[in-house]
């Protein structure tokens, strides 16, 4: 059985108390949550404190993104290393706004993805398409290019620690989320994608997420479809009765 999963990426919101009450409130409400691993994407500078506040608690932790060398003369950057040791579980990779606003490569993500498994540590790869792609009816296309891109390059076994979150770009942050059935027949399309190349039973195991505008009134829907393993949430994840909600959902 795939692990389900309901992940909160907190993007660039929240001063560092503020993110420590978010988390501390996510914890206290977490303990209503069942069959669903709940995992929080802080700001790289809230690791710390937000790590000792999930202490004891079943909540796991990701970084928001991590850098393409181990370490190094790579000013402004935090290695997979530093992640590591501060008690990430979880790392986000490839989210679009990284891919829109920094570059971030197909390419350059074969490498972050490496140094993360080569440190226990689970890539979340997104992909998704943008509203031009979308209309030009080339969704299927750009995604399982990303899909093969990247995740191609892995073996089986790595394949066992990766997750995958679909997320069209036109539904991030903008209200309009995809219907269940748009998102439901690409992650059936990614899922089909990963048995080409790797089999059935790996893909079969692989946790597909589903993040653009979820929120508790949507997240029941959408965790319904066969291929939706739960969500990456962007705003309601940061408000903590709405992510523990969303989470409930299932
Ligand atoms: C995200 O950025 O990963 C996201 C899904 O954002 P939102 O839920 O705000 O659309």
Known sequence: ?????????WKMNTTVPQGVELAKEVVALSKDVKDCLLVVAPPFTHLAPVAEALKGSKVALAAQNCADHTSGAY???VAVDMIDSIGCTYCILGHSERRQYYGETDEKLVVKVKLALEKNIKPILCVGENLEEREAGKH???????IKNVLYTLTAEEMKNIVVAYEP??????GK?????????????IRKCLADKFGAQVAEDTTILYGGSCKPSNAKE??????IDGGLI?????KAADFIAIAQSY
């Open 222 to 227: 959408l965790f319904a479809q066969k291929d």
């Open 140 to 146: 299927f296309d750009v995604v399982t290019s990303q």
């Open 234 to 238: 962007g705003g309601a994840a940061l």
């Open 1 to 9: 059985m795939r692990k389900k999963i309901v992940a909160g990426n």
């Open 169 to 174: 770009v036109w539904a991030i942050g903008t």
């Open 75 to 77: 000013t402004g950057e």
């Open 177 to 189: 989320t995809a219907t269940a059935e748009q998102a439901q027949e690409i992650h059936a399309a």
